[in-house]
């Protein structure tokens, strides 16, 4: 108790005498300047070199973080802090992470003479492996020049972005682009395409590419959150992330701002709090390692059988 008293002292003693803070708070004059003599505790320094490093990561993720990303970054760092003492020090040093707010943008837009495809996911966002189950949806994003549209496709397993795509208008071709680009980076086997109802994903040349490029078109019910609440993340973390603290002029700009964020921090970097606080690319790196060292293990245990034989 003492010691917060002196550091509230320390705090004001530039508008009020120390002496009269002393008298006003109750404590000794003789024993608050002592105080300040008194070298800084360990577990001050410790703190304090501790803020620094909370500091540095929070910087690191263009201010962004909050305590869970701060903790999982430190424990990857080989500092081992509590989550409430990281808690408490951000509060301290007046340090804050960006919250999702993201409001409801309707994008869908249904065209009633276009079939949609049967659900084949009905709700059940559980996979075991990559290139099993995507799932897509539209975004705009505003600039001085108009809006500029954003579709993307994620990897359920990972979260990964693997598909995205830039456009003027909503048209199918948006959608189209996006499919392409997670086609040439996955090379997927059988995957699942998940989407809402809107007219590109209905549309006569998305549902051709799906068909030459057997991808297994899914479409879930209409109105239902649930069904886009991966994608909804995606585009909250990129709305409060870039969107709502940037603008920009022209499209251009906005396509390249987006286009860093995704491939150079949302895919590679930012740690999503779904995957154990990895980042998409780590979780699948994580993932390759563990399979290549079963392999490992089964196969010197093969030979050690073959051995005894």
Known sequence: MIEKIYQLIK?????????????????????????????PSLRTISNHRLT????????????????????????DLGI???????????RKAKIKGVSRRRSFVIT????????????????????????????????????????????VVIDVFSRKVVGWSFGENMTANLVVGALNIALITRKPGN?????????????????K???????????????????????ESF???????????????????ARLATFTWIESWYNPTRRHSGLGY????????KLKEENQLAIDNNSGKQVEMLSTQ
């Open 108 to 151: 869908t837009h249904r065209n009633r003479h276009d079939r949609p495809a049967t659900d084949l996911v009905q709700r059940h966002f559980k996979t075991t492996h990559i290139n099993q189950l995507w799932v897509a949806d539209m975004t705009y994003i505003p600039t001085w020049a108009g809006f500029l549209y954003l579709a």
């Open 52 to 75: 620094e490093q909370i500091l540095a990561i929070h910087r690191g993720s263009d201010f962004t973080y909050g305590r869970p990303r701060i903790t999982a970054e430190l424990a």
């Open 209 to 231: 590419r799906c068909r030459e490029m057997g991808v297994r078109p899914s479409m879930g019910s209409v109105g239902d959150a649930y069904d886009n609440a991966m994608a």
């Open 11 to 39: 705090a004001n003693q530039a508008q009020f005498p120390a002496r009269a803070l002393c008298e006003t708070l109750g404590v000794s004059h003789s024993g608050y300047y002592d105080w300040i003599k008194r070298p």
């Open 191 to 207: 995957v699942i395409h998940h989407s809402d109802h809107g007219s590109q994903y209905t549309s006569v040349e998305f549902g």
């Open 278 to 285: 990895l980042s998409p690319s780590n979780f699948e790196k």
């Open 235 to 253: 585009f909250a973390s990129l709305e409060c992330e870039l969107i709502d603290r940037r603008s920009w002029k022209n499209k251009t700009e």
């Open 80 to 90: 081992l802090a509590n989550h409430k003492r990281v808690g408490r020090l951000m």
